[in-house]
């Protein structure tokens, strides 16, 4: 399998009309015409019955065919015996592969222009996403795409980031974050996120003990889950049995395997922040620069028998795990980072210029001894989410995208990449963005969402790039239609202008 950086380099030469190639640069894009709709309108012409002829569809086999009406699917069966109904609008896809139910990003942030991000994910083929840090902008989209409105994905919304205090991002992010520092204000801050809207509770790093079980404990009471990081002074373990629905990232499932797991989380408990820096975004960065000497000494006291109890465990909790390894990848490959890509041309130039001072940031001070156990970690946690596996751990496709170097809509492609490189079997990598997130976030199983392909994944996991058609909430994107759609992202995106008040803090969370 391919690296990223060799998938990047190779992936716009992919044929039947692959993302990355689908659209030139905004300046070259003609204009369309006025009776066109435009990326930011879902409004869908023609017929509300869709049927999709002749296609394989994976798990069920092929010649099949797909009826949807009004947002739902009707029914599915083989192509002799289904019988399309008049005035349905039929699409023959003969030769073309049908995933079901579309692909899905667990771990995304978004911030930034309405007419770029949310158009970005349905036209990869991205048909839902877990938005990890909620906020009224998000709650305002998902509005706007349910009423046609706005060409967007599901959206399932967290709330704010709930954490301990101090927490690293509390400093400029405004009610975005609320610190708690006791069962009470634990469990208020819970009742808030509910009477917000919030579809479940962002637990965070820097909780303490009984905070966390607090929130956990609300959370029930409430009929919401509770999801997010693994705080640094609570073990693993003691997350899962208390519920916690996902685990992101792999730094608490790193710290959690080494031999001398209490000596390593002293060791964190150590980490000191300068309260003289400025914004949330240094002090993040100097918290995270500290992290790797601890994550090089839990890697090296590594004890695969404590693993595998401990993933053991998880698996029985039913506890799901977002790796995020293309946060991972960025950080810890750095070497293997891009200096341009065709992706980059989706997102305003006042976005993709600001990566590389944030990641110089981040890395600031690495010395080549630095760098190559740096390298090291990146490959254990390959190592860890092939354990995860093993131990029957239900893995989850997400990639925080919202910080550098990561798309929307194209990050996931790379994650699935990312996952298979870590030994996943193709179909588990499939489902990892397909039927397990469904399961997780309760999505309808007749939901009229589904990616259509010019070649089978299940050979090869790049062929998810290869993008023949879209069908989100019951409307139909062809070939013709999404590069349409994507060079008006494009326009848009290069017509951008920076927020007036600068641009924002940029959002990593990988710790």
Not at 28 to 38: E, F, G, H, L, Q
Not at 253 to 272: G, N, Q, V
Not at 364 to 386: C, F, K, M, N, P
Request: with cysteine; glycine share 8%; hydrophobic share 40%.
């Amino acid at each position: 399998m391919p690296t990223r950086r060799e998938a990047l380099a190779t992936s716009a030469a992919l044929a039947g009309g692959a993302l990355l190639s689908a659209a030139p640069p905004a300046a070259a894009v003609p204009r369309t015409t006025p009776d066109r709709t435009t990326a930011a309108s879902g409004q869908h012409p023609g017929s509300s019955t869709i049927a999709l002829t002749h296609a394989t569809i994976l798990g069920a086999g092929a010649d099949r065919t797909v009826l949807v009406r009004d947002g739902r699917i009707i029914r599915t069966g083989r192509s002799a015996e289904v019988a399309i109904p008049g005035g349905a609008t039929t699409y023959d896809l003969t030769g073309k592969y049908i995933v079901m139910g579309g692909l899905i990003e667990s771990h995304v942030h978004n911030q930034g222009p309405e007419t770029v991000l949310p158009p970005l994910f349905p036209l990869n083929g991205v048909t839902a996403v877990r938005e990890m840090w909620g906020g009224p902008l998000h709650h305002e989209w998902r509005g706007k795409v349910r009423a046609g409105k706005l060409l967007g994905p599901r959206w399932v919304i967290s709330s704010s980031i709930i954490d301990g205090r101090p927490s690293l991002w509390a400093n400029d992010t405004g009610d975005r974050v609320v610190e708690v520092t006791d069962a009470p204000s634990a469990r208020r801050a819970v009742r808030e996120a509910k009477a917000s809207g919030a579809d479940f509770v962002k637990v965070y790093s820097r909780l303490t003990p009984e905070a966390y079980e607090a929130i956990a404990d609300e959370s029930r009471r409430q009929g919401l889950r509770h999801a997010g990081h693994c705080p640094d002074t609570l073990p693993v373990a003691r997350a899962s049995d208390s519920g916690q629905q996902s685990i992101e990232h792999l730094h608490a499932l790193l710290l959690a395997t080494s031999a001398r797991e209490d000596e390593i989380r002293r060791a964190m408990a150590r980490i000191r922040i300068d309260p003289a820096l400025g914004t949330s975004f240094e002090r993040y960065a100097s918290w995270f620069r500290q992290v790797h000497t601890v994550e090089w000494e839990a890697m090296r006291t590594f004890d695969i028998g404590r693993t595998r109890a401990l993933f053991d465990r998880v698996a029985a909790n039913g506890t799901r795990v977002v790796p995020t390894l293309t946060v991972h990848h960025s950080l810890e490959r750095t070497d293997q980072l891009p200096t341009e890509s065709p992706e980059f041309a989706y997102l305003p130039g006042w976005m993709t210029e600001s990566w590389p001072a944030i990641w110089s940031s981040l890395t600031a001070g690495r010395t080549a001894q630095d760098t190559s156990r740096i390298h090291q970690i990146y490959e254990h946690r390959l190592r860890l989410v092939a354990e995860l596996h093993r131990a029957g751990v239900q893995l989850i496709a997400g990639t925080d995208t919202g910080t550098g170097y990561a798309v929307p809509g194209f990050s996931l492609h790379h994650e699935l990449e990312l996952l298979a490189e870590a030994g996943l079997p193709t179909q588990d990598v499939l489902q990892a963005a397909t039927s397990a997130p469904a399961r997780m976030l309760g999505l309808p199983d007749d939901r009229a969402d589904l990616l259509v392909l010019d070649a089978d994944p299940r050979t090869d996991i790049r062929h998810t790039q290869r993008i023949h058609s879209v069908l989100v909430d019951g409307r139909y994107l062809d070939r013709a239609e999404r590069l349409r759609l994507l060079a008006d992202v494009a326009r848009a995106a290069a017509a951008s202008e920076p927020p007036a008040t600068g641009t924002a803090t940029p959002h990593i969370c990988v710790h």
